[in-house]
Each structure stands twice: as C-alpha cells, then as structure tokens.
C-alpha cells in the first residue's frame, strides 16, 4: 500500500512513490498509471484526472512556446493535450502560422508535426484553463519599473493576473505549475489568490436541486514549482535532454500526490534520475541562484579579460588553461562583451532585492558586484574603440555584426548590441547593422526603445539596417562584432577588407575570428 506511512520520513517516501512508479512505467501509459496508482495509493485529490491529460500553458513567450511544444512532441499524442493560450493576438498567429514568432534549431519541426494534434495554440485563454488538468504559468516576469522594488523586484502583475484568471474561470480542481522564474514564497501568494476566489464562488451543485454552494470543499488547487533551465539558441536541446528537471511542491499528501502526476509526465521522455522532487521554496530559489552562479561566472572572465588587456596576457589562453581544471570546468567561461538575454540580469537583480528585503545588505551587494562589472565590460570594449578613433567617431560609418543577444536566437532583450550601438550614435558614428535572424523592427524598436525622450529622431537617419555581412560592410570605417553568429566566422575577411574604407579596424566583442589571420589581411 502505497500511502503516507508516517514512519517514513519524506525522501523515504518518495523513494517508496518512485520504486511504484519504476514498475509503472514500463506500462508505458498515463491512464493506466494513474488506475493502478490510485488502486494501489491514497490518491484521492486528483483522481478527476482522465485519458487524455489536459494541459494549459498561459504564455506563448520562449518558455511556454517551446516547452509545450516539446511536451506534445514527446508525449503520446493519445495521452497528452497541450494548449498554449496568449492575450496576444499577432503572437498566436504566428504560432498557428509558418512564420513562428521565436526561431531557435529544431523548434519549426516539431510545431509543424504536432500542431492540430495534440498541440493547439489559442487566445481563448477560458476555454483553455476551464478544460485542463494542469495549468503551468508561463508567462513573463520582468523587473519591475515603477513603485516599490523598482529596479530589482520582480514584476508579478502577469503572474498575479494568470492566478486570478485561473481562479475565475476554474469548476474543477487543478495543479498549477509555476513554470516563470518568480521570487521565493510566490506559490504562497498564489495559493492565496485562488483561495481566495474559491471562498466566494457559488456553482450550482448538480446533487442539490437548486442550491447555490460554495465551491469550498470540492475543489483543490495544488501549486507546484518547476522552473525552466532552457538557454536560448539551444532551447529544443534543452528541453529534450536536461541536465535535471525540478518539481517542487509542499510535503503534503496532496503535494506528493501532484508531483508525482508531474513527474509521470516528464519521464515520458526524461530519465528517472534527472528528475528531482524537493521542496517548493528550494526549487524556487534554486533557479534564481543557478542563474546568479552562471552569471558570476561570465562577470568573472570578462573581469579577468580586461586585466589581461592591461598586462598582454591572452584571455583566451587563461580560459583555456582554468577551464581545465575539472574543479572549475570550461563551460561560461568564454569571455565576451557582457552577457544579455532577458533573464541573468533581472534573476540577480531579484536576488539582491531579496536579500535586501531580507536586510542581507553585504550579500545584496556581492551580487550587485556581478551586474556592475557586466556593464563595465560593455563600456571598456566601447572605450577601445573609441580610442581607436582618437575619440572622434564623429561621421564614421561603424558596421555593427549581429543584434541578438547570442547567437540562434532573434530575442534581443539585454543585448550587449543596445548599449553599444546606442553609445556610438551618441557619439555621432553611422550604424549599418546586420543580423541574420533579427528583423528590422524589432532593431528599431530596441533602439527607440532605449533612447532617451527625442533622442532617437536625431539617431533615425544614422541607422541602416542590412540583408548582408557584405551589403553592410560596404565603404565602413569599422566592423564590431557583437554576437558570437556561427556566419560571422565564415565571412571572407579579405573580400570585406576590400570593400571598407582603409585605415580598415575590426572589434571582436566576442572573441570568434583568428586575429593573427585579420593583421595580415590589413584589419588592424
Ligand atoms: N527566455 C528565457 O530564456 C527563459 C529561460 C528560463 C526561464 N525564463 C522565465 O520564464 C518566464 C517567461 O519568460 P519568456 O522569455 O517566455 O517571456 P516572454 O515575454 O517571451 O513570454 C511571456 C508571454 O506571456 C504572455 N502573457 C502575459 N500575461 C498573460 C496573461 N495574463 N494571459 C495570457 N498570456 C499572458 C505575453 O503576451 C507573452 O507572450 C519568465 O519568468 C522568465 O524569467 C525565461
């Protein structure tokens, strides 16, 4: 019998739960799992759950997009549903369309193959969270710009108004998953949105003629955390083959029993192993902290980049030779122009409010340490370049390489390339950009965006935006590399030599091109 023995303590009963559900799996099915389980354990709280599982993602962005997707792909298509749902209209159209609104390898494959079969995308946010068994909130959480916190506190009014909508709309029982990177505790807040709403609502009970009663009783909401690791440009990979899949939730009967449903879930695809139950509050903290200890670690190269600048020492080289030692290992340690992307930034940023809420001011400020030297790292690579105009840019016809903030990915928020082309039409440079995946708008739009009122219609005739390396390198003082595109390194360099004005400067803000190889062509 597989029920809370209270002589067992948690990870004995977890083992107990997943030694049951090892002699499950080889079923292959979650109807069947789910008959046997509930034979076979206390399982009560969700046993509305049916063939097939319902799933709802609320948030079409690169998290909710992509891990539905691949959910549905690898789940069977008889067993799982997933629904993805969006108040964004154009998203979802291109969700439905061929022109996918994120591009990373492998993803348009697998939305072709399962859209229509068990992978819908849809603005019909109701019909979408009243039909499903699970609920993943997936939406996005950005730093909050105005109010208290501003600055570092996450913003959790998308969050709070998905709890709510869920609230509203639910006749049924449901676990929620937190898939967003929120701050500790936010399972508790929206525990207490959805009870809240569960207090007032009255339903008509089928049992009792007429009677309004209150839902109270008869519906649960069991919140679990399981936080998305993906890295953009690989993200497919990611998800596919994680490096561990967390599930966090309450040590409660009916915590366990929701993890668990999760948990069957994932191991469609994911070996036991790598799937770790543990306690809510951990696993929220732990994707803040995995984001902060990556983070600290790319602020640590580029710190040791610029000494190595002053003394002539390679930072490749030391790289190399740290990456080494399997104490350390290679992996973010390759120094570059600062790191971007929507979430290192604002996850630290969300961790220094934390620990200042918490009055840990000399920890709030180490963390703080890892942000400072990112933006001074984008600023002392804007500096050389500079200085290698003598300071007067002035006119200069500067090619910017690549826009997003790495490379196989079109998502551009915290790129290194803002700052960086902002900086040098300040200066009075002339950017002609190319980038092989970002379109046109969504450049400008990041660049007005990041101006300062009336700025940007001194800078709008200063910005050309190109459909190739060479279109873009044409009659160029300089070209700066601000994202490591695999193209980038396959650019013929004596034929771009040819094409700029001469003296002819290349900036690597990434590191990709055999410098010794540029000299001898002419690019100083
Ligand atoms: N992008 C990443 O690499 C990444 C990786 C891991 C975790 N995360 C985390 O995942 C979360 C989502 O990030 P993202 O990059 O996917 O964000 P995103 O901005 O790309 O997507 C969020 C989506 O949610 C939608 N949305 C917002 N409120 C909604 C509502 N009430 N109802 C329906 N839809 C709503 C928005 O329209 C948007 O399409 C964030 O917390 C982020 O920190 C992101």
Redesign the pocket.
């Known amino acids: 019998m597989l029920s809370k023995d209270s002589n067992l303590n948690y990870s004995e009963f977890n083992l107990k739960i997943d030694n049951e559900i090892d002699d499950l799996q080889s079923l292959k099915t979650i109807n069947y799992d789910y008959k046997l389980l509930r034979n076979k354990t206390t399982l009560t709280i969700f046993n509305f759950i049916k063939k097939p599982i319902k799933i709802c993602y ?8 992509i891990s539905s997707s691949v959910m549905a792909y690898k789940c069977p298509e008889d067993r799982v549903i997933v629904t993805v ?4 209209f154009n ?1 979802i159209n291109a969700w439905n369309s061929d022109n996918l609104p ?1 591009y990373e390898p492998g993803l348009y494959e697998i939305v072709k193959k399962q859209r229509g079969k068990n992978l819908f995308f849809t603005t019909n ?1 109701e019909s979408a969270i009243s039909s499903s068994d699970i609920i993943f909130i ?5 730093t909050k710009q105005r109010g208290f916190g501003s600055g570092s506190a ?1 913003e959790l009014k ?1 969050v709070e ?2 709890a709510r ?1 869920i609230a509203e709309i639910s006749i049924s029982s449901k676990i929620i998953v937190e ?4 701050p500790c505790k936010t399972a508790e807040h929206i525990r207490s949105i959805l009870n809240s709403y569960k207090n007032f609502k009255k339903i008509k009970n089928k049992n009792e003629s007429n009677d309004k009663k209150p839902l109270k009783n008869n519906i649960h909401f069991e919140i679990l955390s399981n ?6 440009g690989t ?1 497919v990979n990611d998800i596919i083959f994680p490096d561990r899949v967390l599930i966090g939730g309450l040590q409660t009967k009916e915590g366990l029993e929701a993890q668990n449903i999760l948990y069957q879930i994932y191991s469609y695809w994911i070996p036991k192993e790598k799937i770790i139950k543990m306690g809510l509050w951990s696993t929220e903290l732990s ?1 803040l902290a995995a984001n902060a200890l990556l983070a600290q670690r790319i602020s640590s190269i580029n710190s040791l980049s610029v000494l190595c600048e002053e003394i002539g020492a390679d930072i490749q080289e030391v790289s190399y030779a740290c990456g080494l030692d399997s104490r350390i290992g290679s992996k973010f340690l390759k120094p570059c122009v600062g790191f971007g ?3 290192f930034k ?2 630290i940023l969300n961790l220094i409010y934390l620990s200042n809420a918490f009055n840990l001011y000399e920890i709030a400020e180490y963390w703080k340490q890892i942000i400072l030297i990112n933006e001074y790292r984008k600023m002392k690579f804007i500096k050389k370049i500079l200085d290698r105009f003598f300071n007067t840019i002035n006119g200069k016809e500067v090619t910017i390489y690549g826009f997003s903030f790495k490379k196989n990915t079109k ?1 551009t ?1 915290e790129s290194a390339a803002i700052t960086i082309v902002l900086t040098l039409l300040k200066e009075g440079a002339i950017i002609k950009l190319f980038d092989p995946k970002v379109t046109k708008n969504q450049i400008i739009k990041d660049i007005k965006d990041n101006s300062q009122e009336n700025e940007f219609d001194e800078y709008k005739n200063n910005i050309y935006i190109y459909e190739s390396a060479y279109d873009a390198a044409k009659n160029s003082d300089a070209i700066v590399i601000c994202t490591e595109w695999d193209e980038f390194s396959e650019i013929d360099y004596k034929k771009i030599y040819n094409i700029m004005k001469k003296p002819a400067f290349i900036f690597d803000g990434c590191l990709i091109l055999k410098h010794k190889q540029l000299k001898k062509i002419g690019l100083l």
């Open positions: 609320i948030g079409a962005g690169y998290v909710g997009g749902c969006d108040n964004d998203k994120i946010i997936s939406v996005g959480t950005p996450a998308f108004k998905a909508k898939k967003s990177t929120v936080p998305e690791f993906l890295a953009e993200a994707k992307g929507s979430c604002k996850d998502d928020r």
